[in-house]
């Protein structure tokens, strides 16, 4: 990779400093068009920087992918931050500064928003209030302390609707300070986890993924096993090697019964500050099932003392996070698996206490920097009312959302991928961020407009610049060697918050034992009186993302619901309060209500009622408005997580979900079919059933011998095969928006998922293994896999015997490939792949998209148009790169050098690719492997895509075996498996 600053040289865009213009014609030696050039940057979000590598061709970004120097990214990134790209090229987003007055909208300058801003701040502040979300930036921490010293009677405020307060004020309560929790899984061999989401909804989540990922390697020493206990089905619990369904609202009883199993059953000496706490706690009250998880779960934390770690989500009270603290210090776990570091968080008053003012005539002029309040404040707070009351509002935003339509003036804000900034990886490693593009509408950042508030009008490469300067991080290196290194690289290396040593508190601690105290005596919900848990959408997170098409039509990995927001529940559930899947309900609380259908899946708790947040814009842009209903209504300052008796009212209609389960279904036969060889599909066992008998997946292969009717090719170079590890796989669907980016897939939208018509090259199954011999209406709870599924590139390809045009053929090196300009569209390929992953394009879909809309698309891959069968190619563009580039330098290709986009950026790192004529590779290797399978491999196509299978690791002391053929499917709700 490489830093812009070298990469631009010569160029005036992106507010760099002033060089002069050198003509191309004389352009420097790295500069050859059409060859893409690779920058580091980063994107804050949920207070956490995340490192990015961002591809550009000709100044142009196109694709984003993790930064391997980053400490949380590893080189891989989310399905969400992918999108950003696309978000940039959003023509949706804000082009003009806008005033409103009397009413009307009026197109302004930021010369003009200059001119009046002075007079609305005043001589010193007074009556000025700033509020912006909760930000580790050290240059935005700089700018604040120079805006109140320059406005010393001004206030700030924070407000995000998804931060991890609750997490630091619970090690307050613990440690008198907020420190914040650094989970360390690469030796981790138990992982309890109480409601934390780890593997997708954490700062984090990329790195942990990555190290829960290394340790599930079939070794007995070194597997590790997981422990999960959450309201509601996630892809953390969906890796769990023990799962048990609680109650959002029971979860702090079932810690606490944690602890006290610790001291009583097992005499482990707990901090003398925290005995107080401990005496709050009980095993009374646990049904069986949590009975029996909680012993389970204390005998293995004893028995792996100093290598477990108990982590807590960040829907749990503080004294649930104090709590956890405790045990992991008790069991020996600090600095080991939990580390706990400073990260200096800076004093602010809360949305809370700018509602009071501005209700109190105390603010004139309240300056709002990005976030989307009026949308996403908690709904008792009234702040749009209280908003109104402001003489001035000035909001800077991506959109002209629902904030900016009520504010005096709109500001468009600089997108991530345009701006100069920094940040903090949730361990502390400082992180730069740099533009790629100049500001496509003249968008500034935050600091930026903070720099001209306090007269200095800085850009916010100035700013970042000098923050650095100040930051004494050069080392050894000159200032300047020292910001071209970070830049080059993304992050300062080595310059990590050390480890925090605090001594428990007392006094904390004892406040802690007060709230376990009402924490432990909640009921369990019932259906008369259930629990809505709100959850943090796993693509659009809290609905800033929520005009991006990309994330939009992703289908949840659960769920597989597309472009829309549900009421989850359990089968059970749904039984006992008498409701269908695709009902259409009202759920009200406080007087407050909304619409939502259900959805029914095996795993939530009993009345334990789901719904994600992020819906219901009505100002995101023609993409996300009026998609799927808004939580926020009935969310309250009380309890933001989650809501205790709410009504739920059917309204006698249904309602069609746009999810891609049912797809490819063909009838009731077929449906039977597929059941009777999900066994084959997927292969599990326990790991002590494999360690007994590592062939054991092998002999779930009952065919005859493999005959072909003709002679098979034989390959003298190259063979490229891939290797997806089921072991591995979190069903994240990173790789999934990574292919989408990386091979201009389309967005088709709501109508044509409806019409199974979506054009993802790759799709996400899961598989549900409920109890044997359980009605539709009687299932609770689950296990699961995922399986990603795209081209299996087969050898003996059906959709080649069938093709009139030859379209689709076999290349040199093996590639089932594509030749669209020969495709006359008779879909007889699709009709005749036996896995149902070809795309058909039946329209244009790509043919009204503005101007720079069409700037994202990959100039190495072909723009399909309508008439056309596309699917998987494994990257052949990457291929034939790095072939060009190996064949220049005269040279064999090495393993591994080649990477398609979905092994790219897999957090778990369970895709592998590779040569098979290569006896050395890594992807020969994994073929000779025990658990590596083909699918569908008795029809004889020979598919280059193998699987490894599942492995489980029940506890010792459990009667959870995983092993034989598996019965995933059986008897689920939905069917068997999303395709």
Not at 329 to 356: C, F, H, K, P, W
Not at 563 to 587: C, E, F, I, Q, Y
Not at 733 to 758: F, K, M, S, T, W
């Amino acid at each position: 990779m490489m830093g812009a600053s070298m990469a631009f040289a010569g160029l005036t865009g992106c507010r760099w400093p002033a060089e002069e213009i050198v003509p191309f014609a004389h352009r420097s030696a790295d500069r050859v068009p059409g060859v893409p050039q690779y920058f580091a940057t980063a994107i804050e979000l949920a207070g956490s920087a995340l490192g990015m590598v961002v591809t550009s061709f000709d100044g142009r970004p196109i694709k984003a992918e993790g930064n391997p120097e980053h400490p949380d990214s590893l080189g891989a990134l989310t399905a969400t931050t992918q999108a950003l790209v696309l978000e940039m090229y959003d023509p949706d987003r804000s082009r003009h500064s806008v005033q409103r007055l009397g009413g009307q909208d009026f197109l302004r300058t930021w010369a003009d928003f200059d001119t009046e801003f002075g007079s609305m701040l005043g001589a010193d502040g007074a009556g000025v209030a700033v509020l912006a979300a909760p930000s580790s930036s050290p240059s935005r921490k700089k700018m604040r302390q120079a805006f109140e010293t320059r406005f010393p009677k001004s206030s700030w405020f924070e407000w995000a609707p998804v931060t991890d307060q609750n997490e630091g004020a619970g090690m307050s309560m613990a440690f008198e300070t907020p420190l914040r929790v650094v989970p360390k899984l690469d030796h981790t061999q138990v992982i309890v986890a109480f409601d934390a989401d780890f593997l997708n909804d954490h700062p984090a989540s990329l790195r942990l993924t990555r190290e829960f990922a290394a340790g599930r390697k079939p070794s007995a020493e070194t597997m590790n096993r997981l422990w999960v206990a959450e309201p509601g089905m996630t892809g953390t619990g969906a890796m769990a090697d023990h799962r048990v369904a609680v109650a959002l609202g029971r979860v702090a009883a079932l810690l606490g019964a944690v602890a006290v199993s610790l001291v009583n059953d097992h005499h482990v000496e707990m901090p003398g500050a925290a005995n107080g706490l401990i005496a709050q706690c009980s095993t009374d009250g646990l049904v069986e099932a949590e009975a029996a998880w909680v012993q389970q779960v204390a005998a293995d934390l004893i028995a792996h003392r100093g290598d477990g770690a108990v982590m807590v989500g960040r829907r749990q009270p503080p004294a649930v996070h104090a709590l956890a603290a405790v045990l992991n210090n008790a069991l020996g776990n600090m600095n080991r698996s939990v580390t706990y570091v400073d990260a200096g968080a800076q004093a602010a008053e809360g949305i809370e206490e700018l509602v009071e003012a501005l209700n109190g005539g105390q603010v004139e002029t309240l300056l709002i920097l990005g976030g989307n309040p009026v949308y996403d404040a908690p709904a008792d707070l009234g702040f749009q009312e209280a908003l109104s009351k402001a003489k001035h509002a000035i909001h800077l935003s991506l959109y002209r959302d629902e904030t900016s339509q009520l504010c005096e003036w709109h500001l468009p804000e600089a997108h991530a991928l345009e701006s100069w900034g920094d940040g903090l990886a949730w361990d502390g490693t400082w992180t730069l961020a740099q533009p790629l593009i100049a500001p496509l509408f003249d968008g500034h950042t935050g600091i930026e407009v903070l720099s001209l508030a306090i007269g200095e009008k800085a850009a916010g490469y100035d700013i970042v610049r000098s923050t650095f300067s100040g930051a004494g991080l050069a080392g050894s290196k000159s200032l300047n060697d020292a910001w071209r290194s970070a830049l080059h690289e993304g992050v300062v290396h080595g310059s990590a918050l050390s480890s925090a040593q605090r001594p428990f508190s007392s006094e904390g601690l004892a406040t802690a034992a007060a709230a376990m105290t009402a924490l432990v005596a909640r009921p369990a919900p019932t259906a008369g009186r259930p629990e809505l848990v709100f959850a943090v959408d796993p693509k659009i997170f809290d609905g800033r993302f929520a005009n991006n098409g990309w994330l939009q039509e992703l289908p949840e990995a659960l769920t597989t619901i597309t472009w829309d927001n549900a009421l989850l529940m359990s089968p059970l559930t749904a039984r006992d309060m008498k409701l269908n899947d695709g009902d259409l309900v009202t759920v009200e609380a406080s007087g407050r209500s909304i619409d939502l259908p259900v959805y029914v899946l095996p795993g939530p708790a009993s009345f334990s009622l789901t719904v994600w947040l992020g819906y219901g814009r009505e100002g995101a842009g023609q993409v996300g408005n009026g998609v799927g209903a808004s939580a926020y209504r009935l969310r309250t300052v009380e309890d933001l997580w989650s809501v205790g008796g709410p009504t739920v009212t059917p309204t006698g209609r249904s309602y069609l979900l746009a999810t891609t389960q049912d797809h490819w279904a063909i009838d009731l036969i077929g449906f039977e079919s597929r059941q009777l060889r999900v066994g084959q599909l997927i292969r599990e066992a326990s790991l002590d059933r494999y360690l007994e008998d590592p062939e054991t997946f092998r002999h779930m292969d009952h065919h005859p011998p493999l005959v072909s009717l003709w002679k098979e090719k034989v390959y003298e170079g190259e063979q490229w095969g891939m290797a997806i590890d089921l072991n591995a796989c979190t069903g994240c669907n990173a790789c999934i928006v990574a292919c989408q980016a990386e091979n201009n897939v389309p967005v088709v939208g709501r109508d044509q998922v409806l019409n199974q018509r979506e054009m993802h090259w790759i799709r996400l199954d899961r598989y549900f293994k409920t109890p044997e011999g359980a009605g539709l209406d009687e299932i609770d709870d689950a296990q699961v896999v995922f399986q990603p599924m795209t081209c299996v590139q087969c050898e003996m390809a059906p959709c080649e015997q069938v093709c009139p045009v030859a379209a689709t053929q076999h290349t040199e090196d093996g590639l089932n490939a594509m030749v669209y300009n020969r495709c006359v569209g008779t879909r007889y390929c699709a009709n005749n792949c036996p896995l149902k992953v070809r795309r058909f394009n039946f329209f244009n879909y790509h043919k009204d998209l503005e101007e720079v809309s069409k700037m994202q698309f990959n100039p190495e891959v072909t723009v399909r148009s309508r008439g056309v069968m596309e699917k998987c190619s494994f990257c052949i563009q990457r291929i034939q790169q790095v072939r060009i580039t190996s064949g220049n330098e005269n040279r064999p290709i090495t393993d591994s050098e080649i990477t398609p986009a979905c092994a790219q950026t897999c957090p778990a790192q369970a895709i592998h690719f590779g040569n098979l004529n290569d006896p050395e590779s890594v992807i020969s290797a994994s073929r000779e492997n025990p658990r590596s399978y083909a699918t569908l491999a008795e029809l004889n196509i020979k598919p280059r895509v193998h699987y490894m299978a599942r492995l489980r690791n029940p506890a010792g002391n459990s009667e959870q075996d995983a092993g034989g053929p598996p019965e995933h499917g059986h008897d689920a709700p939905h069917g068997k498996e999303s395709a």
